[in-house]
T-cell receptor, first 113, second 113 residues
Framework: DTAVSQTPKYLVTQMGNDKSIKCEQN?????MYWYKQDSKKFLKIMFS???????INETVPNRFSPKSPDKAHLNLHINSLELGDSAVYFC????????????FGPGTRLLVL | AQSVTQLDSQVPVFEEAPVELRCNYS??????LFWYVQYPNQGLQLLLK??????LVKGINGFEAEFNKSQTSFHLRKPSVHISDTAEYFC???????????FGQGTRLTINP
């Protein structure tokens, strides 16, 4: 059973397009996250939702819009994709925040051409 | 601003040799510390974490880390590495009062036969 799953695994698209990445967790966790990992492997948090409420919104362009239809899902929609958006996007979940262990999905590799 | 520094971007070692991956954090307040491992083309997986109590923390796969408050360090160690330990290792911290996990730059551990 996959604990945190993401679709698609790979995404290749043209500049200017709009795309979505989906994330689902079956761990019963109440907090979900989106992270961006750049080409140098640096990981940075983008968003965090707790019980479907946005609790962390880092300095991310507003072309990125997260949506949490329920506690088990956190999707990421990206408008007007740019070359610099190319990265690996990881979804994660935890029960609560702070010291709780975060469980990561396998990642979505986005390439913008 | 809080930060996590991993002093080595790459660490090559021979199989069955000991290894230490260094991590320092900048904070004078309470902190929660984590080590995550990322195997090639996978998401992150928790190795171990320090929340409070004993400063020596044991994790999975034979890894351990020691919290040193005076040196603001949380170095990861393994007495004898295997080929399967080849991966990217990330130190991370949650500073009390913040609600996000901040990652270091990562250390690529390469095991040579």
């Amino acid at each position: 059973d996959t604990a945190v799953s993401q679709t698609p695994k790979y995404l290749v698209t043209q500049m200017g397009n709009d795309k979505s990445i989906k994330c689902e967790q079956n761990l019963g966790h109440d907090t979900m996250y989106w992270y961006k990992q750049d080409s140098k492997k640096f990981l940075k948090i983008m968003f965090s939702y707790n019980n479907k409420e946005l609790i962390i919104n880092e300095t991310v362009p507003n072309r990125f819009s997260p949506k949490s239809p329920d506690k088990a899902h956190l999707n990421l929609h990206i408008n007007s994709l740019e070359l610099g958006d190319s990265a690996v996007y990881f979804c994660a979940s935890s029960q609560g925040i702070l010291q709780e262990t975060q469980y990561f999905g396998p990642g979505t590799r986005l390439l913008v051409l | 601003a809080q930060s996590v520094t991993q002093l080595d971007s790459q660490v090559p070692v021979f199989e069955e040799a000991p290894v230490e991956l260094r991590c320092n954090y900048s904070s004078s307040v309470s902190v929660y510390l984590f080590w995550y491992v990322q195997y090639p083309n996978q998401g992150l997986q928790l190795l171990l974490k320090y929340l409070s109590g004993s400063t020596l923390v044991k994790g999975i796969n034979g890894f351990e880390a020691e919290f040193n408050k005076s040196q603001t360090s949380f170095h990861l160690r393994k007495p004898s590495v295997h080929i399967s330990d080849t991966a990217e290792y990330f130190c991370a911290a949650i500073i009390q009062g913040a609600q996000k996990l901040v990652f270091g730059q990562g250390t690529r551990l390469t095991i040579n036969p």
